[in-house]
């Protein structure tokens, strides 16, 4: 080997731990500066219920099955307020009454006119059965020539008088008994007595001021609020467009504003035969829910804003996704087992906000991408799950 060839051997020589250093921080630097893999929550398509539901459109309100809002049936003074906000009363209970002395004296004297009519009709009735008597003796004595003919029809015509002075006097005591009648009738338009059991929720009287009924078309405060609270619903409005599907005895799950993070079971008692036409406001049919199982444990209180979910088809089951796993278009993202995301367009049955039924497209245990608002999440991108699939 030449002196030159020996001086190239060992300038290559000298090169080559260079070279190999240099191509080290070439690896070390693509490994640190390298994309890192997308991680995404996926979730595996099974098997369950899907529910189409429908809810109302502005906010429902507790009500109870029986509410009266009472006034007495006449005008006058309070005399007697019998009860207070929040007492009990039972059905036909007396809550107020007018001042009414007045009425109470025509009702004694009704009874006392009506003592003096059954008196005058037992004297009518002696007298008319003494002259009865006396004209069967009269005709006795006539057969055998003791009294003349005038003297026959005196005594018969004056039983017949006295006859008819007695049937008077019995029309008088049914008089009486009338004129009890219509006292008792004025006295009892001057009390306010509970319709149903239930709960004095508001009383706007207090005791000397003048109570007065509302006449027709003018409003005014009721004496008395009663409510009804062991029978309560919800009554909500729901879009016309979804009225169609609404049917009495379905299924529907209500939930309260004032009581967080639970729902009651209901179902639909009544759907409005007629559509709510409000100025400014979509046009809505009321909706009637009764509880399952009212609550216990919290207070209820008529009044309460509430929401209703109306249950109107099931399917128990189907294939399902959750719904925000679809793309637009019926699309969704389904992980392969190599890590690359692959497109796939699917056929969509029964749906709500959660869940969707898949009816073609994919197979039980397809897993698909959950995040799909991630940056750079797309089909053909190689990925890495975030958690394990659910």
């Not at 409003?219 to 009495?248: G, M, W, Y």
């Not at 049955?349 to 245990?365: K, R």
Request: with cysteine; glycine share 8%; charged share 20%.
């Amino acid at each position: 080997m030449t002196a030159a060839q020996q001086d190239k051997r060992n300038t290559w020589t000298s090169l080559f731990p260079w070279l190999g250093g240099l191509a080290l921080l070439a690896v070390a630097a693509w490994y640190f500066t390298r994309p890192a893999p997308l991680h995404v929550q996926l979730v595996t398509a099974g098997r369950g219920i899907v529910e189409a539901t429908v809810s109302n459109t502005r906010a429902g309100t507790v009500k109870a099955c029986h509410r009266a809002k009472l006034s007495a049936p006449s005008g006058g003074q309070i005399a007697h307020l019998l009860v207070k906000k929040g007492d009990r009363v039972k059905a036909n209970q007396v809550l107020l009454e007018l001042w009414n002395n007045d009425l109470q004296a025509q009702s004694r004297l009704a009874q006392e006119q009506l003592v003096t009519a059954q008196t005058q009709a037992v004297q009518s009735c002696l007298q008319a059965d003494l002259a009865k008597k006396e004209a069967v003796r009269s005709r006795q004595l006539h057969a055998k020539g003791f009294i003349s003919n005038e003297g026959l029809d005196q005594k018969t015509s004056a039983a017949r008088v006295a006859s008819a002075g007695c049937e008077a006097a019995r029309s008088q005591i049914e008089q009486g008994r009338s004129r009890i009648l219509a006292a008792n009738a004025g006295l009892d338009r001057m009390v306010l007595r509970a319709p149903f059991d239930g709960i004095v929720a508001d009383i706007s009287g207090e005791l000397g001021e003048y109570a007065t009924p509302s006449p027709p078309g003018i409003p005014t405060p009721p004496a008395i609020d009663l409510i009804d609270d062991r029978c309560l619903f919800v009554s909500a409005p729901i879009d016309e467009v979804d009225a169609a599907n609404i049917k009495a005895g379905q299924v529907s799950r209500i939930t309260l504003d004032a009581i967080k993070g639970k729902s009651y079971a209901g179902r639909v008692k009544r759907v409005a035969p007629y559509v709510l036409e409000l100025e400014k406001q979509a046009r809505t049919v009321e909706v009637e829910v009764d509880f399952v199982e009212p609550p216990t444990a919290e207070n209820l209180l008529v009044g309460y804003s509430a929401d209703v979910e109306i249950v109107h088809t099931s399917h128990n089951n189907v294939l399902r996704i959750p719904t925000q796993t679809l793309l637009e278009g019926k699309r969704v993202l389904v992980y392969k087992p190599d890590g690359i995301l692959e497109e796939r367009t699917v056929a969509t049955g029964l749906a709500n906000w959660e869940q969707t039924e898949i009816t073609a497209g994919l197979v039980e245990g397809d897993r698909i991408v959950l995040t799909l608002d991630q940056a750079g999440v797309k089909a053909g991108v190689k990925v890495q799950p975030e958690t394990p699939a659910r």
